[in-house]
């Protein structure tokens, strides 16, 4: 039964009737305003010293869930009183029931007033049409860093039962909100005389000072200008943009005319990924991610798909394609892995050549590698690097000889063709080696520049001679 949320006047008339009726009540805890105000009548035990006896809630709970059905089992049962509402942010209660139901036990439910009630109260708002999130404090702690919630909705974080717990909540919080979002701490609401209810700033919440078992959270929701570290919020800001009212360049691009910024940041992070910048990673990864936000948002306005669709694909096809994690199958090695994937994946594609699937937009070096990577998973290479290096070693004597410029190109496209070839058997990426070289041209060339500006000269006015030896110096 609920005892409701601490005014003993909340008290419903079914609750007064079990209670004048009960030989004895179990309550979980004489922390509550309303135990003090109870009828007389039944003996009133309760399971207070669980909580210096356990190092965790939930083993407080679980002790007290035990022994209540240990209780229950009696002929005449057991009468156990919980604060609020039995169902509503009390563990022990529906743990209750569904123990009641496996051991066939018969269970009355004897409803409360929640604490929820007096908080909109207290609040002035309706929870469901503000479209009110609700989340335990305990939960949130434990959460990650969304904890599940929407910014853009209203929220309670309920039960936030001290400055520790408060401490934990605010962290998880300031992952989503800003530090000066104005929150609003409700205590000991609906209990004349007690209730307090105190707007400051998220960074600040934590030193208020009172919080107990009757204190909520109260957080307002977010503008959408304001959500910047979710995903919806990322979204609605796509959207916003493409909007009738939005901006005119974003409102005017299409599949198509994004194609070029796609590949430009795709290979802005891959530049991050080599200079080893975490910052700049992090900003080239979030300019790629535009890139895809922009391109769902198209699709999804022309009816094309949602987002839902995109990440349900690939959402799915992680778990189809690692049985070994989310089924039954036994791997050992990261090349079963790879066997496992290329055969669930060409039951999913059915009899497709095996090359199909490469796509011929791919930069040259990481198509072929690709191609190779694809052919040799069926067999079809050298075993050995000798051979291979022999085989570049003859596709260069034919360069040699090769005569017009049809044969020259197709000359070296066989010995590039070649050097990925040898490459893959060095277990070397033949586009990261190739773009490494590059930077590092880049580096030293535009050293070898500044130090004949430095000297007074002009490269264009050097010797070979002269440039190689600057060139060697910055190597250096």
Not at 17 to 28: D, I, K, M, N, T
Request: hydrophobic share 40%; charged share 25%.
């Amino acid at each position: 039964m609920g005892l409701g949320p601490g005014d003993p006047g909340s008290l419903t008339l079914e609750a007064r009737e079990v209670l004048a009726s009960a030989p004895e009540v179990y309550l979980r805890t004489r922390q509550h305003p309303t135990v003090g105000s109870l009828p007389a009548g039944p003996v009133l035990h309760s399971f207070d010293h669980l909580y210096e006896e356990q190092d965790t809630f939930e083993g407080v709970y679980a002790s007290i869930t035990r022994e209540v059905l240990s209780l229950a089992r009696r002929p005449e049962g057991v009468t156990y009183a919980v604060p609020g509402h039995p169902l509503v942010g009390e563990a022990t209660g529906v743990a209750l029931v569904e123990g009641c139901r496996k051991e066939g036990l018969p269970c009355r439910v004897v409803g409360g007033i929640s604490f929820l009630e007096p908080v909109c109260t207290a609040l002035e708002v309706d929870p469901l049409t503000a479209g009110m999130q609700l989340v335990d404090a305990l939960h949130l702690s434990g959460a990650g860093p969304s904890a599940g919630l929407d910014p853009q909705r209203p929220a309670i974080v309920a039960q936030v039962y001290n400055g520790r717990v408060a401490s934990q909540a605010k962290l998880i919080l300031l992952d989503l909100y800003p530090e000066n979002h104005l929150v609003t701490v409700v205590a000991h609401a609906g209990i004349p005389r007690e209730e307090e209810t105190v707007e400051l700033p998220l960074r600040d919440v934590d030193r208020r000072g009172r919080f107990d078992h009757l204190t909520c959270l109260y957080l307002p929701a977010l503008a959408a200008a304001q959500d910047l570290r979710t995903f919806g919020g990322l979204q609605r800001i796509v959207a916003r943009l493409r909007a009738p009212d939005g901006c005119p360049w974003d409102r005017q691009q299409t599949h198509a005319s994004l194609k070029g910024f796609l590949l430009e940041e795709a290979y802005e992070a891959l530049a991050a990924l080599d200079e080893e910048d975490s910052h700049l990673l992090c900003e080239e990864l979030g300019d790629l991610l535009m890139q895809i936000m922009l391109h769902v948002q198209i699709a999804s306005e022309s009816g094309e798909f949602e987002m839902g669709d995109v990440i349900q694909g690939i959402a799915g096809k992680l778990v189809r394609r690692h049985p070994h994690v989310f089924g039954d199958v036994q791997v050992e090695t990261a090349e079963e892995v790879a066997l496992n994937w290329e055969v669930i994946k060409k039951e999913e594609r059915g009899e497709a050549p095996l090359l199909a699937a490469v796509p011929i937009s791919l930069p040259a070096l990481a198509h072929v590698q690709s191609l190779q990577d694809r052919a040799a998973r069926v067999g079809f290479e050298w075993p050995h690097l000798e051979r291979v290096l022999d085989k570049l070693t003859e596709e260069l004597r034919e360069l040699s000889r090769a005569e017009s410029t049809a044969q020259r190109l197709d000359e070296f496209g066989d010995v590039l063709f070649m050097l990925t070839s040898v490459a893959r058997k060095l277990n070397i990426d033949a586009e990261e080696a190739l773009r490494l070289a590059a930077r590092k041209f880049r580096r030293r060339f535009t050293r070898m520049e500044r130090l004949a500006q430095e000297r007074g000269m002009k490269l264009e006015d050097l010797s070979l001679s002269e440039m190689e030896r600057l060139w060697e110096e910055a190597k250096g």
